[in-house]
């Protein structure tokens, strides 16, 4: 029966291995990139779920250190639904956009001298089902998706990756992403350790894992901006300790009947409602999407992009934070520079149909 057990999980070790290496290509070219692609990159899909219903795209780059050393880390982007290439072009990867040398619907690609590829092998995952290039085959692999199944998929995809690439499985690895992934890269990291102690294969050489701005508990990740809004001199002391006071702690779940707190929240709106959350540095800008065909867009070149929707334009905090060393009155101040107008790029690079060819998508996007 033992004989039996070994030779089933070798066969399936084997057909693992080999499906997942017939649905991968190396990349040497990218449209929007001027010659070969100075680095190692791997683009394919590992089916996982029922039958392999849940087809997950990933993008592999090698270190360009010492791939055989180095360690190799899983990034998962935020959202839920953020597409893996924002992590690649945005945050970590070797690529980002030429914003200076780009038009609208034609970005340019250009190398970035902080890539994290340049100490470690990466994996820019697609996940959870339905995000960037990865889909399902029927309906009902979108159906009844939650945290604790998009993180057994990003298992089960890291398990049958590592089958089909054995030269990685002895490489410190690490699991990382940001935003949203902080509640997703722990639950991967208890099936990775319990695999482990189970003594499953292959197994990983699981070292930690790491997470930016993450998510973790949102009502305490709330009640702590008033705590960080203090500490950065956003609000005032007096603001603080009535706040803290009335409120007890609790910003959230307010007693709607509790006035003197409801009070304070609106002090503490005021100083800080026009701050971009994710950078008190940066202006708090419109969102804008593609996917609303009858919203005007505006491109002005005065920026190093900028898109927006005409409709929203009073809701950019531009009299708030404004990137200006005009000091004439009677001149138009200038349209503040936004981080998510920059992600346009991408949305107009990714639907590409020779992007599209060059990476060897498939599927149902």
Not at 151 to 171: D, G, M, Q
Not at 207 to 229: C, E, H, M, Q
Request: glycine share 6%; net charge negative; aromatic share 14%.
């Amino acid at each position: 029966m033992a004989t039996q057990s070994l030779l089933y999980s070798t066969f399936f070790l084997l057909v693992v291995a080999i499906v997942v290496a017939s649905s991968r290509q190396i990349i040497k070219t990218l449209p929007g990139f001027d010659g070969d692609l100075p680095f190692k990159l791997e683009t394919g899909y590992v089916g996982v779920g029922e039958l392999d219903d849940v087809q997950l795209f990933y993008y592999f780059i090698e270190s360009e250190r010492s791939p055989g050393d180095d360690p190799l880390v899983l990034w998962l982007t935020g959202g839920p639904g953020c597409s893996a290439f924002s992590g690649l072009v945005y945050e970590i990867g070797p690529l980002s956009f030429d914003y200076e040398n780009s038009k609208p619907y034609l970005p340019n690609l250009t190398l970035n001298p902080y890539s994290w590829t340049k100490v470690a092998n990466i994996i820019f995952l697609d996940a959870p089902v339905g995000t960037g290039f990865s889909y399902a085959k029927t309906w009902q692999g979108y159906s009844n998706m939650d945290d604790i199944l998009s993180a057994a998929e990003t298992y089960s995809f890291l398990r049958k990756w590592l089958i089909a690439h054995p030269k990685f499985v002895a490489n410190p690895l690490y699991i990382s992403g940001d935003s949203y992934s902080g509640i997703i890269v722990p639950i991967v990291v208890q099936h990775i350790s319990d695999d482990i102690d189970a003594g499953n294969e292959p197994r990983m050489n699981l070292k930690g894992y790491t997470l930016g701005n993450p998510a973790t508990y949102l009502n305490k990740d709330i009640n702590s901006r008033v705590w960080f809004a203090y500490l950065n001199a956003l609000i005032s002391q007096d603001i603080y300790e009535s706040a803290k006071r009335n409120c007890k702690g609790e910003y959230v779940d307010v007693d709607p009947s509790n006035g003197l707190c409801i009070a304070d929240l609106q002090n503490i709106k005021v100083c800080i409602g026009k701050l971009f959350t994710a950078n008190i540095y940066e202006p708090q800008c419109s969102y804008v999407s593609p996917a609303e065909p009858n919203k005007k867009f505006k491109w002005d070149r005065s920026s190093s992009s900028f898109f927006m929707k005409e409709e929203e334009e009073e809701e950019d905090s531009i009299n708030f934070l404004f990137l200006s060393t005009d000091h004439n009155e009677t001149a138009e101040p200038p349209r503040p520079w936004c981080r998510n107008y920059n992600c346009l790029y991408s949305y107009s690079w990714a639907n590409d149909i020779d992007v599209q060819r060059a990476l060897g998508i498939r599927g149902e996007q």
